[in-house]
């Protein structure tokens, strides 16, 4: 639609006296997408205020993810996470929030001066995430009057939570229903899409084609839609990127193809889960999207981020690596001559490395709350050692990223198992935001 549109405008030969400024010179590289780069010009809608293609766009998504209506977003699924969390707490400023959300949904809560109250979460062998604890879940919910639940659905590393057990106590409560879907934007080609929620946001260019950070707010709750796009239209460039747009618009148009490339995804991904290898261990189980691929490490010689690094040298690129797995993440767009590469080097590495007792001693831990996370915004802070800031309360967030997810949040006691974590994550050469060993605490 998008892109069939400017390829008759741009036949047409219009000089641009408009933006961009790169006007669809040759003296720049021809690799980048100049040519097709745009603005609101006459014809061409505006999408923070969508009237022409960008409703038939819309509409179109909405069928794609069976919801009422869509809001496409060129800012990720960051912008629509701010959006969607500013838009329902108006008027209460409760919310509770899986403890593995997103940084984007703790940045919500420190704008909107929000009181957190935590989802306590459940994580396996490896220590990824696999659940909520549903029971702590439902003595949460039943605790308050909270103006909204945010839960994270699929998880980087692929885990589906119960939508339908969630959404059913929400409603009981009368409290609104987030999913943050960013990793799930394939749901619809797969048979655990699950559309019980009141507002979910997903990535397109994490798991589809569009390019990076396309994505879209998926909208049940028609009350709603209005002042989330409101709040979309601020928390969005007001210069949307047409490339980015293009991209949606050819990601939708090649959709019906998409369910074809999921079997092929699906038969190389079979393959690969069948494989026998004598120490690395693909995990899988049925509450877990097939396409994220975690590698654990754990019982063996060596780190998964070890295990990444050996990949690197073997020409593979990975996601993210942790203590005790890596994750690689695959889509309808790879090709078996990836999967045959990746096979090949997990058995030579599998050849070259040993059994040895080294289970992952990481626990995802909730910390004693002093202040909420806006409270901290104006405080005196202080660097301390690790072991100094041990009794202290943290000045800032702590996450390791990717994924992002705060291991410590601003207004949280740091204690000695808080650290112990810290240390293990940055003895595992794992990326940490903390500059040689130190942290922020409040005075
Ligand atoms: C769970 C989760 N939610 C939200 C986001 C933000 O998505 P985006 O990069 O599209 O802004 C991420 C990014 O990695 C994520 O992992």
Do not use: W
């Not at 409101?230 to 980015?244: C, E, L």
């Not at 291991?407 to 990326?431: Q, R, S, T, Y």
């Amino acid at each position: 639609m998008l892109n069939k549109k400017l390829d008759l405008y741009l036949k047409e030969n219009y000089y641009p006296f408009h933006m961009p400024g790169s006007k669809r010179t040759n003296v720049l590289r021809n690799d980048l997408p100049y040519e097709r780069d745009l603005t609101e010009i006459d014809g061409f809608d505006n999408l923070n205020d969508p009237k022409d293609i960008f409703v038939i766009m819309e509409n179109r998504l909405s069928k794609i993810y069976d919801v009422n209506k869509t809001i496409i977003s060129t800012n990720g699924s960051t912008s629509g996470l701010l959006s969607v969390i500013r838009a329902l707490t108006y008027d209460n400023q409760n919310i509770l929030i899986e403890r593995s959300s997103h940084k984007a949904v703790y940045n919500a809560c420190e704008l909107n001066k929000l009181d957190v109250s935590y989802i306590d979460i459940i994580t396996n062998e490896i220590s990824a995430i696999v659940d909520i604890n549903y029971d702590d879940f439902e003595k949460k919910i039943s605790s308050k009057n909270f103006s909204c639940v945010v839960i994270t659905s699929p998880s980087y590393e692929g885990y589906i939570l119960d939508l339908d057990k969630i959404y059913k106590l929400c409603q009981k409560h009368s409290t609104k229903l987030v999913v943050d879907m960013a990793h799930g934007s394939h749901f619809p080609l797969t048979d655990c899409y699950n559309i019980s929620f009141d507002v979910a946001i997903t990535s397109f260019h994490k798991n589809l084609s569009a390019l990076t950070p396309a994505a879209a707010v998926l909208v049940n709750d028609l009350d709603i839609y209005d002042e989330v796009k409101r709040n979309m239209a601020i928390f969005q460039t007001s210069s949307p990127s047409y490339v980015i747009l293009q991209s949606i618009d050819e990601m939708i148009e090649k959709f019906s193809t998409f369910n074809k490339l999921y079997e092929n995804l699906m038969n190389n991904l079979l393959y690969l889960y069948s494989q026998d290898f004598k120490n690395l261990q693909v995990i899988d189980n049925k509450f877990k999207d097939k396409s994220k691929i975690l590698i654990s490490t754990n019982n063996t010689n060596i780190s998964g981020s070890k295990l990444a690094s050996i990949l690197k040298e073997e020409k593979i690129e990975i996601e993210m690596a942790y203590p005790n797995y890596a994750l690689l993440i695959s889509t309808i767009f790879d090709r078996k001559e990836g999967f045959d590469r990746l096979i090949k080097a997990l058995y030579k590495i599998d050849n070259d490395i040993s059994r040895m007792y080294n289970k992952s001693s990481f626990t995802f831990k909730i910390p004693n709350k002093s202040l909420e996370i806006y409270e901290c915004i104006n405080l005196n802070k202080n660097i301390y050692t690790l072991e100094d800031s041990i009794g202290k309360i943290c000045g800032d967030f702590i996450y390791a990223y990717p994924p992002g997810i705060p291991i410590l949040v601003p207004g949280e006691l740091i204690d000695e198992d808080i650290i112990k974590n810290i240390k293990f994550l940055l003895a595992n050469n794992i990326n940490m935001n903390i500059i040689d060993e130190n942290i922020s605490c409040i005075n």
